[in-house]
């Protein structure tokens, strides 16, 4: 069981769904209300990640505004369930915790494809 405490999660619109499933599995989570454009966004996520299903809307101005990007759009299927036993919830917990974002200095993009696998780069 993974508690990502230090991890701070903001997510995008579409993905409301997973807060609960998230904060079950310890990630503190951000939900903006809804409409929030995404220069708004951008400008409130600082320190923080953004979880999103449009990961390239976003990755080219992490560094300026300093957030970090997970994207899930290869992931197929988003699951509802409330709590950890969430299937997409697992996939983006085991992926944090296998790349170790928090040891990492500067800015990155975590791209997680459906099979659990993920990408880490490193944004300049």
Request: charged share 30%; with cysteine.
């Amino acid at each position: 069981m993974s508690k990502q405490g230090y991890f701070t999660i903001m997510l995008d619109e579409k993905l409301r769904v997973l807060e609960p499933a998230l904060e079950d599995d310890g990630f503190k989570v951000i939900a903006p209300y809804q409409g929030l454009t995404d220069e708004a966004l951008k400008a409130k996520a600082r320190g923080w990640a953004i979880l999103t299903k449009n990961s390239k809307d976003f990755a080219d101005d992490a560094v300026r505004y300093d957030y970090d990007v997970i994207g899930v759009e290869d992931i197929k299927f988003i699951d509802h369930q409330n709590d950890r036993s969430n299937e997409t919830v697992r996939k983006i917990s085991a992926a944090a915790r296998r790349s170790q974002p928090g040891t990492r200095k500067g800015n990155f993009c975590l791209r997680i494809r459906d099979n659990g696998s993920f990408h880490l780069e490193q944004l300049v």
